[in-house]
């Protein structure tokens, strides 16, 4: 007959367990309760002050921004974990969405830390940063092409902007660096400044900016296409004014997305089944799809002017994340996890978020500056955006974030600016 095992000397007897085990049940039932009503207040307050802000009105002329500090952070846990937090940080392409759930429920949101060290800053900028650039934060924002989810490099940066931020004031400024721009890609070879990210990431990629533009950005958001697309269908679409002209390359580019084709070049789709047309023009309502689509529009207008689209669906969709639910912010870090990569940390996004309410949207606009820029192709590197001096574009752009009216651009800017005159003379009109 097998012996019953002896109980160990210091196990409580079954009753006392019972009683710790029901103090332990109502210990946790108080917690849920008051969780619950901390989330609803938390929702009771978003929405009232939502409902407060008024709308930013968008503007099409043109201008740039930007500004960092070189601060290395370190990763927090999260010890909260329930109320659900999103931010839109005025940016991607697009789109560059913080994904603070994400970030929050899982960590596996796509985060690099950039070593300090590793990140070139021209020396004359850095006595700037407690003059005329105090008080600003730069973030780069790229926007890539790649529908294998490949963000880190390997491909070539389709969007590239910088989202200048006046933490005084909460005024924020878009500039697209137009991505054919003729600049040194942060290892003193020269070419179109979207390589950069496809030969060495974000940091060559932000690298690139730095030297070439006199600014000290240590931050980063990159976004692929599908993240933008999915974000947008959380939020229920965005506003945007359609014009006759850009229908046909919009429902053309919608089809390429999702399509199917044998030769890499013709793509069939079922009409209100894989896609659905946009067949009239005016200001209406895009869904993530129409919208990416109209992103990459290059056939009307210009280069200059796709990029001005791509500003135009960022602010669209900034606004609109404004006024999201927290459920609906729920569903948009569900629906991009894993398509951000960013260097931000925990820390930082919390407090961007404290202050996203007064975030808004000011000017915007393209670098190089409309009236000191050329195009032309420059020999094997191909068709090129040039601009005519660097280093004025440099002093325009300094004034125009930092109005700092007498910048005078570093000596490494005013090497490369040469430089690429030399390269480029006789290709540019």
Request: aromatic share 6%.
């Amino acid at each position: 007959m097998a012996q019953q095992p002896k109980r160990p000397a210091n196990r409580r007897p079954a009753s006392q367990r019972s009683r710790e085990e029901e103090i332990r049940a109502r210990k946790a039932a108080a917690r849920r309760r008051a969780e619950e009503e901390e989330e609803y207040e938390y929702e009771r307050e978003y929405r009232s002050s939502s409902r407060k802000k008024a709308p930013v009105k968008h503007s099409s002329t043109s201008s740039h921004a930007s500004h960092g500090s070189a601060h290395h952070k370190k990763k927090k846990k999260n010890k909260g974990g329930k109320i659900v937090l999103f931010i839109i940080e005025i940016l991607i392409l697009l789109v560059m969405v913080f994904v603070l759930y994400s970030v929050l429920k899982t960590e596996k949101v796509g985060k690099v830390d950039i070593p300090e060290e590793d990140i070139v800053i021209n020396e004359e900028v850095k006595e700037k940063e407690e003059t005329t650039m105090k008080g600003y934060r730069n973030i780069a924002l790229f926007g890539v092409d790649s529908r294998e989810g490949q963000l880190d490099k390997k491909t070539r940066s389709d969007t590239i902007m910088i989202a200048s931020i006046n933490q005084d004031t909460g005024e924020c400024k878009l500039v697209s660096v137009y991505r054919d721009t003729y600049l040194n890609l942060g290892n003193d070879s020269y070419n179109k400044c979207n390589a950069a990210y496809a030969k060495g990431g974000p940091e060559q990629a932000i690298n690139m900016l730095n030297m070439n533009l006199d600014m000290n950005i240590t931050d980063f958001v990159t976004v692929g296409f599908a993240g933008l697309t999915d974000t947008i269908d959380a939020l229920g679409g965005i506003q945007i004014d359609v014009h006759e002209n850009e229908i046909q390359h919009l429902n053309n580019y919608q089809i390429s997305m999702v399509g199917t084709t044998k030769d890499g070049e013709t793509f069939t789709a079922t009409a209100g089944t894989d896609y659905i047309p946009v067949t009239s023009a005016g200001l209406q309502t895009l869904n993530g799809l129409q919208a990416t689509a109209y992103c990459r529009i290059r056939y009307v207008g210009d280069d200059f002017e796709r990029a001005a689209r791509q500003r135009r669906v960022l602010m669209a969709v900034a606004e609109k994340a404004k006024t999201a639910s927290p459920a609906t912010l729920n569903q948009i870090a569900n629906d991009v996890f894993g398509e951000v990569y960013t260097s931000l940390d925990l820390s930082e996004i919390i407090k961007l978020l404290g202050d996203i309410a007064k975030y808004k949207i000011v000017d915007q606009g393209g670098f190089p500056e409309e009236s000191m820029r050329a195009t032309g192709t420059v020999g094997a590197k191909g068709s090129c955006v040039v601009p005519k001096s660097l280093s004025d574009n440099v002093a325009w752009l300094h004034e125009f974030l930092f109005n700092d009216t007498s910048y005078t651009p570093s000596s490494a800017v005013q090497q490369y600016s040469d430089k690429i005159v030399s390269d480029t003379s006789g290709y540019v009109h």
